[in-house]
């Protein structure tokens, strides 16, 4: 477990993904603010994850005051509510690590791969948020579903991408603390791999009835020529 504690906002914090990630921050010792459109709906957050973890250290508020009060920054919401989630988080996120968890599936063909112009949603984030901000994208591959189950293991590796390897590093920690292994996976361009494969992922758990396809990095640190 990562011996750092860190004030993690996750913008988007009311949905599965969101709230899931932070509920595992939160008992691994993290403080969490929870971050919504709006107040209330982030109040409810707030409630249920003290429902569920009664230690928890979080609190909630509306996502560019979430982002001005954290440390770092979780963006998990859909592709097409990025561009308004980054305007908003604009200048919170800046001199911070922002981790970008967008997926860039383009309903109704989300099992299809459909990159942004960018070449990656990630790719999307650092631009629109500029270089004062070390964007690190991760965590496009883990199923939300049980995230918020505590006692469920997580059966997916992470592949961890951004220009700034500290900050690669601190989200490697931060996918420990969750319960997970990552790996860095180098730079910010390379976000469209893990991107692409979730439409791959969703392609194989309808066509195989698997609950939450995941991937595995095979092979071990320090065993290679």
């Known amino acids: ?18 709230f899931g990630l932070g509920l595992r ?12 459109r709006a107040q209330d709906s982030a109040d409810r957050a707030v ?13 909630g508020l509306e996502n560019g005051p979430a982002a001005a009060a954290a440390e770092i920054v979780v963006l998990t919401v859909p592709f097409s509510n990025q561009a308004p989630m ?27 791969v459909q990159l942004p112009p960018e070449g990656s949603a990630g790719q999307a984030a650092q631009k629109a948020l500029g270089e004062n901000v070390r964007v690190v994208s991760a965590f496009q591959n883990v199923a939300a579903d049980h995230l918020a189950e505590l006692d469920h293991d997580i059966d997916c590796d992470i592949l961890v991408c951004g220009n700034d390897p500290d900050a ?23 976000s469209v791999v893990a991107e692409a494969l979730t439409s791959a992922l969703i392609f194989m758990n309808n066509r195989y009835k698997i609950a939450g396809a995941g991937i595995r990095i095979t092979g071990e640190p320090g065993t290679g020529g």
């Open 25 to 36: 921050w939160a008992r691994a010792g993290h403080h969490i603010i929870i971050g919504s």
């Open 168 to 190: 690669r590093e601190v989200v490697v920690g931060l996918a420990g603390d969750a319960g997970m292994r990552a790996w860095q996976a180098g730079r910010i361009e390379n």
């Open 86 to 112: 980054l305007a908003a988080v604009h200048d919170g996120s800046q001199g911070k690590i922002l981790v970008d968890v967008t997926v860039p599936l383009q309903p109704p063909k989300v099992r299809t």
């Open 47 to 59: 409630e249920r994850m003290r429902g569920l973890l009664p230690e928890a250290r979080v609190s």
């Open 1 to 18: 477990m990562n011996s750092a504690k860190y004030e993690i906002a996750v913008i988007g914090g009311t949905g599965a993904l969101g």
